[in-house]
């Protein structure tokens, strides 16, 4: 166990980036209200990653989990998001079930590519490339989301959903400094493919975090 494993205290603490109350911006919650807890830490590293300030988690010392959840158990909304960063670096245990005793809903975002810990009411895959998830992740994923960047992601992202089950959904997703260039060609291989829906990152379009 190494020194920054002690300060964690087995997911007791964790590396805060920032938590806040907004709408869901991306994928099959889309535009519902839930406060997010973001973590930092992340070793896939995206070069198109929008939150590439959480990579570094020694940027953020451990907070204790139950300042978080009294944070997040003080808001209307009954949906909790945990994001990244990479947020499965960690034991998410605790924190998840200190969010559940609150009656909360719990939904993960996550690129799959470290065990499973914690309880979740959905977890939304986005795999990367760089760092494929463990198969683990494809059977539990209620909603698989591919950023497309390049043409040939579409054959990644099919490659996915052969993994996935049968209830699983499934989004494509341009990455945002190729939208214009991309959601055309989005659109024509949802219409060709319709087993596949667009996530469009409304919380950029509307202008809120």
């Not at 806040?20 to 070069?47: M, N, P, S, W």
């Not at 907070?63 to 997040?72: F, G, K, L, N, S």
Request: contains cysteine.
């Amino acid at each position: 166990m190494t020194t920054y494993d002690k300060e964690l205290d087995g997911g007791k603490k964790l590396p805060l980036v920032e938590d806040f109350y907004t709408l869901q911006g991306e994928g099959y919650h889309t535009g519902k209200a839930a406060y997010f807890i973001r973590l930092g830490g992340c070793d896939v590293g995206c070069r198109w990653c929008d939150a590439k300030m959480t990579w570094n988690p020694r940027l953020y010392p451990p907070v204790p989990i139950d300042e978080v959840v009294a944070r997040a158990s003080s808001y209307p909304a009954q949906s909790i998001v945990i994001t990244g960063g990479e947020p499965l670096l960690y034991p998410l245990g605790p924190l998840t079930e200190a969010l559940h005793a609150r009656g909360l809903q719990i939904f993960l975002e996550t690129s799959g590519s470290h065990p499973l810990s914690g309880t979740f009411d959905w977890i939304c895959l986005s795999p990367k490339r760089q760092q494929p998830p463990l198969d683990e992740a494809y059977s539990a994923a209620h909603e698989l989301k591919v950023i497309v960047e390049q043409e040939e992601d579409f054959v990644w992202a099919e490659q996915n959903a052969s993994r996935v089950g049968k209830s699983c959904r499934l989004y494509l997703q341009s990455e945002w400094s190729r939208y214009d260039s991309m959601i055309a060609g989005i659109v024509d291989y949802v219409k060709a493919h319709p087993e596949w829906n667009i996530s469009l990152q409304t919380h950029k379009f509307m202008r809120i975090p």
